[in-house]
């Protein structure tokens, strides 16, 4: 089985801090995705990665930044936390082609900014 | 521009009872479709998919059908269980969406099915 975590499923920060939020995936997928999620507005896209060291601005990319310096992991960066990224976060991987573009998705890390 | 809709936000059925869920999409170059059920504090799982070379996909009791003139595809659940209820997401995909090989999503806004029992 496909097995995504995330470094922590709650956390709590203040306003002007850096967070710091870790994905790891097992399947040596070379996709790789972080979302938030907030009521009404679905899944939204922030940032993605294809390969090691690549990335692409998805949807809602201001106020973050991502790291991918090992396959298995992703990592998305909150510069300066401000109460407005407060919310899920959820990350996920996919394999390269095969016609198949299913993600899988780690548990999500709640995330509150004061 | 939202190119995937769920124009439902919320559906309640009764246990035992079809679940009927909707899902339109605008950009007519999206090839794949899928469906996605999360449960509160965890992370979306895989339910359901099509292509758009078909106009029907069943899995035991999920089934989607998607009419490609009407943009529009349905999720239909049979018999509903209370362990369905949850939030549902349509999401849709195209080769051209984003860089080649990404695989990205477009996901919709979802939609929360309560089933009573």
């Known amino acids: 089985d496909v097995k995504v975590t995330q470094s922590s499923r709650y956390l709590v920060k203040r306003t002007g801090e850096k967070v710091f939020l ?3 995936q097992d399947m040596d997928h070379e996709n790789m995705f972080w979302y938030r999620q907030d009521p009404g507005l679905g899944l939204r896209l922030i940032y993605f990665s294809y390969d090691v060291k690549m990335k692409e601005k998805g949807d809602i990319p201001e106020g973050y930044s991502v790291s991918r310096e090992k396959k298995e992991r992703f990592s998305l960066i909150l510069e300066s ?4 990224q407060t919310s899920m976060y ?21 995330l509150t900014v004061t | 521009d939202q190119q995937v809709k769920q124009n439902s936000p919320s559906l309640s059925v009764q246990e035992g009872r079809i679940s009927i ?21 965890e992370g979306p799982t895989f339910l359901i998919s ?20 009407a943009k529009h595809l349905s999720l239909h659940i049979v018999p509903s269980q209370p362990g369905d209820s949850a939030v549902y997401f349509c999401a849709a995909s195209s080769w051209l969406v984003g860089s ?10 979802g939609t929360t099915l309560q089933v009573k029992p």
């Not at chain 2, 869920?21 to 504090?41: E, G, I, Q, R, V």
């Not at chain 2, 080649?100 to 806004?109: A, R």
Request: hydrophobic content about 25%; charged content about 20%.
């Open chain 2, 50 to 69: 099509i292509s758009s070379i078909k106009d029907k996909n069943e899995d035991g009791r999920f089934t989607v059908f998607l009419n490609k003139s």
């Open chain 1, 81 to 84: 936390a401000s109460t407005n």
């Open chain 2, 21 to 41: 869920l909707n899902c339109d999409y605008t950009n007519s170059m999206f090839d794949y479709f899928l469906w996605y059920k999360k449960y509160p504090a």
């Open chain 1, 90 to 110: 959820l990350c996920a991987s996919s394999s390269h082609g095969g016609g198949s573009y299913e993600q899988y998705f780690g548990p999500g890390t709640r």
């Open chain 1, 22 to 24: 870790e994905c790891v």
């Open chain 2, 100 to 109: 080649s090989n990404t695989g990205k999503l477009i996901f919709g806004q």
